[in-house]
């Protein structure tokens, strides 16, 4: 049973920042790649980050390039989304997904406001 549980989400305003985790249970984590995805209401699901098995390659999406970071610990099997700086424009509900095959958590809201 694969399971992803996603924390650290709530209230921010403008500027600030907010880190996420999400510990991982059920498959060997260290074999897989994994990421995070956010989706605001009325909008497609869109990848945010992304991060190799061994921590060593990742990937982001331009919109939060330089002030987003995605790391992990295959120690705890934990994965991270490290976000400043954030934007009214972030709020969203933010996924953990393992790949291949895509696997999610339930999610953890992000909500940026003044």
């Known amino acids: 049973q694969v399971q992803l549980v996603e924390s650290g989400g709530g209230l921010v305003q403008p500027g600030g920042s907010l880190r996420l985790s999400c510990l991982a249970s059920g498959f060997t984590f260290s074999r897989y790649t994994m990421s995070w995805y956010r989706q605001a209401p009325g909008k497609v699901r869109e990848l945010v980050a992304s991060i190799s098995t061994t921590g060593g390659s990742t990937n982001y999406a331009d919109s939060v390039k330089g002030r987003f970071t995605i790391s992990r610990s295959n120690a705890n099997n934990t994965v991270y989304l490290q976000m400043n700086t954030l934007k009214l424009g972030d709020t969203a509900v933010y996924y953990c997904?393992?790949?291949?095959?895509?696997?999610w958590g339930q999610g953890t809201q992000v909500t940026v406001s003044s």
């Open positions: 997904a393992r790949n291949t095959p895509r696997q």
